[in-house]
Structure formats: structure tokens, C-alpha cells
T-cell receptor
């Protein structure tokens, strides 16, 4: 089956530190990959996506590159801010006519001033 | 423009009862998906509707059902509630048709969710 594995949290960083959240996937087909962010009390917001190998998704200073050879989609940001504190979810979707997202377990990021 | 609206935001029900949750998608969006979020199981796909038809269903028991109306609004129903059904239920809407992952307007927009507590 399809699955997404994320690094365990929480991840605690100081402001302006470099962030990496690891994400690897297993899929029976050729998935599209996503990072979603969930702020306290809110739903999910799409942060970035990539739909084919070697694509780089980017948004708000966050980046992730679709690595087919390592089945990975690691999230990075060069300098985190307190406002980045949230839960981050890696997800995949297979282009089979269905839009169901398979999510990882989420990684809580805490950024301290 | 207005986002995805889920009602109610919070709900407390007794074991054995049934519950109906509502989702109004963004205007013009015809695809609606539902997800269950729990601390133990994380985010799990329930079902997806497009043009009033269920297009995909996750691995949930038959107590979980849904429907979509002609105006794209969707409801999900859970019958014979169990304590384990306590969760945040999220609805997502999208403009594009199922399978159109690489075209424009394929992003899924999520609502704030309905927090269901079963006691």
C-alpha cells in the first residue's frame, strides 16, 4: 500500500536556525507529493507541492525536492521564524483518477525567540 | 472569497447516537473530500465526492457515510457513535475534477474542521 513516514517531533529550534523535516514515501504508482501546515485550531494549508521527479516546490521560504531515487521529499527552510511554529504534514496522492491524500503522522515545529 | 465552511465547529454526542456534519465548499468547487484526524491514527481519508457522486472511499466501516448536493455542499453522517469516533473531521474542496493533479487549480483547500467528542 501507500504510506508516508515523517521524522518524529517535536522539533525545537531557535529563531533563524535552519530547518529540515524528513519525509519518505512508499507508493504503488507515481505520486504527487505535498507539504501541508496546520496552525493551532486551524485546518490544513497547502505549503508546497511537486508532481514529478526532480521538481522543487517552494513557498514562503520553504523548499522541498521530489527525489524519486530515494523516495524522499524533505522540507527545508534556511531561517525559521517564531511564526513558523505549527505542525507540518507530508502527503502523497496518486494520479489514478482519485484525489485521496495519504498523510504522514505530522511533525510539530516549535521555534523559540 | 469565502473559504471552506464546516459546521458545527464543535459537537458533543453520546455513544450510540448519530451525527451529521456539514461542509460548504468554496464557490465554484465541485470536489469535496473528508478526512478524520485523531492523535493515534493521524489524518485518514474518508471519502470524496464530485458532482453528487462518491468517487473514492477510504477504509472506514459502513457507519460512516456521506453525500453531496447539487450545490456541491456535502454532509457526512456517522451512525451508532463509538468513543473512538472522537476526532477532528476535516473537509477539503477543490476546483478540478478527480485525477487532475497536475493542471491548474488542483489545490485542495481545507476547512477548519468539526471537533466531535463522543462521551
Amino acid at each position: 500500500g501507500n504510506s508516508v513516514t515523517q521524522m518524529e517531533g517535536p522539533v525545537t529550534l531557535s529563531e533563524e536556525a535552519f530547518l529540515t523535516i524528513n519525509c519518505t514515501y512508499t507508493a504503488t504508482g507515481y505520486p504527487s507529493l505535498f507539504w501541508y501546515v496546520q496552525y493551532p485550531g486551524e485546518g490544513l494549508q497547502l505549503l508546497l507541492k511537486a508532481t514529478k521527479a526532480d521538481d522543487k516546490g517552494s513557498n514562503k521560504g520553504f523548499e522541498a525536492t521530489y527525489r524519486k531515487e530515494t523516495t524522499s521529499f524533505h522540507l527545508e527552510k534556511g531561517s525559521v521564524q517564531v511564526s513558523d511554529s505549527a505542525v507540518y504534514f507530508c502527503a502523497l496522492s496518486l494520479d489514478t483518477g482519485r484525489r485521496a491524500l495519504t498523510f504522514g503522522s505530522g511533525t510539530r515545529l516549535q521555534v523559540q525567540p | 472569497k469565502a473559504g471552506v465552511t464546516q459546521t458545527p465547529r464543535y459537537l458533543i454526542k453520546t455513544r450510540g447516537q448519530q451525527v451529521t456534519l456539514s461542509c460548504s465548499p468554496i464557490s465554484g468547487h465541485r470536489s469535496v473530500s473528508w478526512y478524520q484526524q485523531t492523535p493515534g491514527q493521524g489524518l485518514q481519508f474518508l471519502f470524496e465526492y464530485f458532482s453528487e457522486t462518491q468517487r473514492n472511499k477510504g477504509n472506514f466501516p459502513g457507519r460512516f457515510s456521506g453525500r453531496q448536493f447539487s450545490n456541491s455542499r456535502s454532509e457526512m453522517n456517522v451512525s451508532t457513535l463509538e468513543l473512538g469516533d472522537s476526532a477532528l473531521y476535516l473537509c477539503a474542496s477543490s476546483f478540478s475534477i478527480p485525477g487532475a493533479l497536475t493542471g491548474p487549480n488542483t489545490e485542495a483547500f481545507f476547512g477548519q474542521g468539526t471537533r466531535l467528542t463522543v462521551v
